[in-house]
């Protein structure tokens, strides 16, 4: 059993009961609809995605979205680590 916290369709789930946090179930009740227009290899990476992790489109959508901001994220943050260790 793994030690940190497991998702569930992007939820962090209680270890113990295997049932989203209170915290997260509120959280992903507040969803809203965002229509985009993405290039054609975009859209075929994230067809292949769904169809390879058996999710749906939204769920897959919603992951690749969070994977890409958790990586800008942590990509600005070295940069101002970076930053202020050379000053």
């Known amino acids: 059993m793994p ?3 497991s998702t569930r369709d ?11 946090s209170r915290e997260n179930e509120a959280e992903a009740q507040k ?9 054609m290899h975009m859209h075929v990476k ?17 992951a690749a979205l969070a994977d890409y901001f ?7 943050q070295a940069g101002t680590e970076a930053g202020a260790a050379s000053a």
Do not use: C, F, M, Y
Not at 10 to 20: I, M, N, S
Not at 31 to 39: A, D, F, G, H, T
Not at 70 to 76: F, L, V, Y
């Open 70 to 76: 958790d990586r800008r994220i942590s990509a600005t």
């Open 3 to 5: 030690l940190e916290p």
């Open 46 to 62: 994230l067809h292949s995605l769904r169809i390879l992790r058996g999710q749906s489109l939204s769920s897959t959508v919603e």
């Open 10 to 20: 992007g939820l962090e789930t209680d270890l113990l009961r295997g049932l989203p």
């Open 31 to 39: 969803r809203s609809e965002l229509k985009v227009r993405i290039p």
